[in-house]
């Protein structure tokens, strides 16, 4: 016997929590990694080979986080929940920034 399914603005409501739960793991684990006062400055600068990069502090999580919500999104989409149009949407939302983002970083660096 299938489940009736839930309302939209619940399924709406938990798709945003994961993504928050999303966010604030890779928060917390780029604060791990380069410490919580390059996050809170303005800017984060950061030297490659002979390039240099400006990044805003609060968009330093954002590549981890696309990577991330991706993959799980990706992994609970084959778990059973293809069905879902909202998962499927979100995930190719977050597939399409993460490909944009590593286009962009392809590009940049010459």
Do not use: C
């Not at 604030?24 to 390039?51: C, D, V, Y």
């Not at 293809?82 to 979100?90: C, M, W």
């Amino acid at each position: 016997m299938a489940k009736p399914p839930q309302p939209v603005g619940r399924r709406i409501a938990v798709e945003l929590a994961w993504l928050l739960a999303y966010w604030g793991f890779s928060f917390f684990f780029m604060a791990w990694l380069l410490g919580f006062k390059q996050l809170l400055r303005p800017s984060l600068e950061i030297q490659m080979h002979n390039t240099y990069f400006i990044v805003p502090g609060p968009l330093i999580p954002l590549p981890f986080f696309l990577l991330e919500a991706s993959l799980v999104t990706g992994v609970r989409m084959a778990l059973g929940r293809l069905n879902d149009r909202l998962v499927i949407i979100i995930f190719a939302l977050l597939t399409v920034l993460l490909a944009g983002l590593l286009f962009w970083f392809a590009h940049s660096i010459h």
